[in-house]
């Protein structure tokens, strides 16, 4: 219908191109990164109990993942499509389970599959300054494939619902789901006398950048995850190479121990991990949650 419309109308919508400044890649790269700067948290690993099992994935597993792949999608700076991976499924399971479960023994993730190449978009129609471009992270499909495998571990691990209020990223939640709560909350205290409702709604700024790896892995830690597991997190998420690319002009590559690039699959889950605790304690007080978008209540009488 919406094609049909468009049609009849002539509808064209204008497409803003990014500058073709020669330094407005670098500028970029150095903008995402600005919270490299605050990060001072040393990331050590955790020492492993003797007798703890590292996890592993099986090949059929690994096939089955090869085989959801959609071909697309844009490929990661190794430049390998997911047509290839998803129609030599059957040839390539048998090797990427090795390497795999390699990466998983060690919990030590190779550095090109940590590697992200940034498109920036723009925004709005005028771009006035460096936050009006939106960072669209592009990395490797064969380590997408990968962090599904590790987010069902993770999920077998810890109950992914352990955050009643944590609207995002779960089974049968949705947006609709965190307006309904906010609205039964605010409209049950009303019906009584002399009440009123404070909302404050907020929404954190590049939420997945501001990651602070070893203190993820210390609520993980805290959560049950396997010390082995909390270790390959800690990997996944330190010494990632970042690049900047707009039209053919790539930036200078940074190395990042903070945050998590919103392109990889991991990064939602472990942003509500990191945030479950977020909660509030007074019984009159109640913090919902949409990923990053947060609304905190206050029934007050």
């Known amino acids: 219908m919406w094609a049909g419309i468009k049609s009849i109308t002539d509808y064209k919508r204008g497409v803003t191109e990014c ?18 700067a605050s990060n001072t948290t040393p990331s050590a690993r955790l020492t492993v109990p003797p007798g703890e099992q590292p996890p592993s994935v ?7 993942v090869l085989q959801r792949v959609k071909p697309r999608k844009a490929a990661g700076p190794d430049n390998i499509p997911g047509r290839v991976l998803k129609d030599c499924a059957f040839q390539l399971s048998g090797v990427l389970t090795d390497i795999f479960n390699i990466s ?14 940034i498109i920036p978009v723009p925004k709005t129609n005028t771009v006035s300054c460096l936050n009006d471009y939106r960072p669209v992270a592009l990395t490797p499909i064969v380590m997408k ?8 571990q993770i999920s077998e691990k810890i109950d992914a619902s352990i955050d009643q209020n944590q609207y995002a990223y779960r089974k049968k939640r949705s947006t609709a789901d965190a307006v309904s709560s906010v609205l039964h909350l605010a409209l049950n205290h009303l019906d009584s006398k002399d009440t009123y409702v404070r909302l404050l709604f907020m929404d954190f700024s590049s939420a997945f950048n501001t990651i602070i790896p070893q203190t993820l892995i210390h609520k993980l ?9 909390c270790n390959w997190v800690l990997d996944f998420l ?7 690319k707009i039209h053919n002009t790539f930036s200078s590559t940074i190395v990042l121990n903070t945050g998590s690039p919103q392109g990889c699959v991991l990064s939602p889950m472990l942003y509500t991990l990191l945030t479950y605790d977020c ?7 109640h913090v919902v949650k949409f990923a990053d978008d947060t609304v905190v209540m206050g029934l007050i009488s």
């Open 279 to 285: 909660s509030a304690r007074h019984p009159s007080n």
């Open 145 to 152: 494939c990968f962090e599904r495998l590790v987010m069902t």
């Open 104 to 117: 998983l023994s060690k919990a030590v993730v190779p550095s090109c599959f940590k590697s992200a190449t």
């Open 58 to 64: 099986t090949t059929e597993e690994v096939r089955r």
């Open 221 to 229: 830690e805290i959560l049950g995850l396997s010390y082995s597991l």
């Open 238 to 244: 330190t010494n990632r190479k970042q690049s900047v």
């Open 19 to 36: 500058s073709r400044d020669p330094s407005l890649p670098d500028a970029l790269n150095t903008f995402y990164a600005r919270f490299e």
